[in-house]
């Protein structure tokens, strides 16, 4: 049964065939990688160490980033590149590269609006330790993104220069040219982070905050994340409240302005974050970080963002608990197990689907049948799932092919392999993926040990 529901997967995913679920279907880390063919060999993580100022009123954040980069491949890298994701955010957001060195010393390195390029010579040998530098600007536009400011509000997700990871020998950059969608993905990192703001603001982050105070005219904030991340986000407003959740192993803090205008919510968005943590580790497995962050801000076309850490929910949607529960599965499928978001979306949005119809399964079951209802007549509608974010032309396409098309493959193999089997494979793949990457060929291979 197993081996039926493989070659149905295979085919779906190297045919690039419509939705066959009508019928019977490592970046770094540590452990070993096998399978890999990249020469790649499982290293320390990468660490940034990033001191940022940032003016909420002009939308200027002048940084400075060191990373610590052990080359955990078998051969040496003649160049590093750093992606810039801020013009794919937002309209009129950008980062400018004011100065860069390598090792302590200048080399050579070229610039476009998405990516920064450092040009070795010599090259970076195997397991060989590089340290990098760079001084950079970026411009946060006002709008109601998630690299903007508005109504008070700002949004700060893909504001510095972040490594590109590298799949298939390449490096991979920034997509461009879509509204919709993750336009980048990253690898994780260790972080350590000083955020230099006006007196009066209050900031919440992806990592816990260690140390704040004021300094002149200026508050002070440093952060730690305490186990890798994928990246670093923060969002930041004057005079916003912290409300606590209630007491757990996890310290869950929501943030944002008292005008907000979901005051009402705020509740239900603490509660609903406490229950979903702690049924996807008692089904998935530990989250590990002490904290868990979420901020009410203005998004003009999202309902909610993830980042590690940290998830932003919109105050210009209509509001819907699921939103939640989709965001905090996400720490599980794209932070603790990653995923390349940009050429095989389904398979984080898949599974964050899937989780949030499980926990409805358990906690609302009149809920669980109506959302189970509608997936399935979404999942109806003939389209592609195995596409990267270039191949879907519309936000509508991408939806049906990346989370209810995901969605599907994950319910139909329910099916064939019952709720218990499916969840201890999940499980597996939470432990042995955690702070890796998951691709599609590592799916696969994984899927032939379901017994």
């Known amino acids: 049964m197993v081996n039926k529901v493989l070659l149905i997967l295979t085919l779906v995913l190297s045919l690039g065939l419509a939705f066959f679920f009508f019928r019977p279907a490592f970046m770094p880390g540590t452990g070993s990688e096998p399978g890999r063919k990249d020469g790649f060999r499982a290293p320390p993580y990468p660490e940034y160490r990033i001191e940022a100022r940032y003016d909420p009123r002009s939308g200027l954040i002048e940084g400075k980033l060191n990373l610590t980069y052990p080359n955990p491949y078998t051969f040496s890298l003649k160049e590093l590149q750093f992606n810039l994701p801020a013009k794919a955010l937002a309209t009129g957001a950008e980062i400018k590269i004011e100065a860069g060195n390598f090792q302590g010393r200048r080399v050579e390195y070229i610039t476009t609006g998405d990516k920064l390029l450092f040009l070795l010579d010599p090259p970076l040998r195997p397991q060989e330790t590089a340290e990098v530098n760079i001084e950079f600007h970026t411009k946060v536009p006002e709008v109601a993104a998630r690299l903007g400011r508005f109504r008070g509000a700002n949004m700060l997700a893909g504001w510095y220069p972040i490594l590109a990871p590298r799949t298939g020998g390449t490096w991979q950059g920034v997509v461009m040219d879509r509204g919709f969608g993750d336009p980048y993905f990253a690898d994780a990192a260790f972080y350590r982070v000083k955020l230099i703001l006006p007196t009066g603001y209050k900031v919440i982050a992806g990592g816990r905050a260690v140390d704040v105070r004021a300094e002149g005219r200026d508050q002070v904030w440093h952060f730690t994340g305490e186990q890798p991340l994928r990246e670093f986000s923060f969002a930041a407003g004057p005079g916003w409240r912290y409300i606590f959740g209630p007491p757990g192993k996890v310290e869950l803090v929501l943030a944002g302005d008292e005008g907000a205008g979901v005051a009402v919510q705020e509740g239900i968005i603490l509660a609903t974050a406490a229950r979903a943590l702690d049924f996807f580790q008692e089904k998935f497995g530990p989250y590990p970080y002490s904290y868990f962050h979420i901020a009410l801000v203005p998004l003009a076309e999202l309902a909610g963002m993830e980042y590690p850490g940290l998830i932003f929910i919109s105050t210009l949607a209509d509001f819907s608990p699921s939103v939640v529960v989709h965001e905090v599965a996400h720490q ?73 098309g995901g969605r599907s493959f994950w319910l139909e193999l329910e099916k064939k392999i019952g709720e218990e089997k499916l969840l201890a494979f999940l499980s597996r793949l939470r432990r042995d993926y955690l702070f890796r990457r998951l691709q599609k060929e590592d799916l696969l291979r994984e899927l032939k040990s379901i017994e």
């Open 332 to 404: 599980w499928w794209y932070n603790l197990v990653g995923t390349d978001q940009v050429n095989e979306p389904w398979m984080d949005e898949g599974l964050a689907e899937y989780s949030t119809l499980l926990f409805y399964r358990y906690h609302d079951p009149s809920l669980y049948r109506q959302r189970l209802s509608a997936a399935e007549g979404m999942a109806a509608d003939p389209m592609f799932m195995d596409r990267t974010l270039k191949d879907y032309p519309t936000a509508l396409a991408y939806r049906q092919g990346v989370y209810a």
